[in-house]
């Protein structure tokens, strides 16, 4: 397939082209929100300026490719390779780019607010002066990322997060720690939805009136948390120690507490239960 096919059947309201073979195509300017181009082959493929709002791209082999300027707000980039791809300038405001791989990508100046980049490979990345407001940062590596200029605030870190050594306490002053003893109680405002904080210690951690739902905790210390009016909607708690944790109006429908450790937990009703003590 080429990029003229690729179009005319977009035009026609097609819309999944998953593991298609476009390497190298020239999709420059294209209008192709909402495509599935899933596990597609786009290396050194031209979708500069191109709208790709929305679109499904996981998987997908974006290596060397050239995203200058382009459109992926809303995307689907988990598990995508993009090392050494052209990301400057582009719009990533609430992309997925969780496990993606952008090693020695040029990030200069994109827009990554509220992207989720956990796992994200970011090692020799260029990020000067590109803006990651509120993106999650929860165990990606930044190894000998450029970082200069690069906004951090209100990011989402934790101990496994690796950041290049130019990256200090001041950079995180107004970044969220998510571990151990944090006060998260004012990330109420924030998609935490669907976030995957497996095996994580959040002991004593204020995580009151979260929306956490779908969230993965299973296996998490929770021992001592407060989880007071907190979502945890068909969250996994599966294996997480509850023991002397506030669930007082907590929301657990559909939450999968198998294994969960009760030991002197407050319930949404007020009472206390003790199991798997």
Known sequence: MDADELFRRYEAGERDFSGVNLSGAKLSGFNLSGVDLSGADLSDGDLCQADLQGANL???????????????????????????????????????????NL?????????????????ANLSSADLSNANLY???????????????????????YSSET???????????????????GADL??????????????????????????????????????SGANLKGTCLKNADLERTNLSNANLEEADLKDANLKGAIFSNTIMPDGSIKNDNC
């Open 185 to 222: 109680s004012q990330l109420y405002k924030y998609r935490l939805a669907g976030l995957d904080l497996h095996d994580f210690d959040l002991s004593n951690a204020n995580l009151s009136r979260l929306h956490l739902n779908g969230v993965n905790l299973s296996g998490a210390n929770l």
């Open 134 to 156: 509120a993106a999650n940062l929860i165990r990606a590596n930044l190894s000998g990322a450029k970082v200069s200029g690069a906004g951090f605030s209100n990011t989402l």
């Open 103 to 119: 090693s020695g990508a040029n990030l200069s100046c994109a827009t990554l607010c509220y992207a989720n980049l956990i796992r």
């Open 162 to 180: 690796i950041f290049p050594p130019e990256i200090d306490l001041i950079d995180l002053t107004y970044a969220w720690y998510i571990g151990s």
């Open 58 to 100: 996981s998987q997908a082999d974006l290596n060397y490719a050239d995203l200058t300027e382009t459109e992926l707000s809303d995307a689907n980039l988990s598990g995508a390779d993009l090392s050494h791809a052209d990301l400057s300038n582009a719009d990533l405001e609430y992309t997925n780019l969780s496990d993606a």
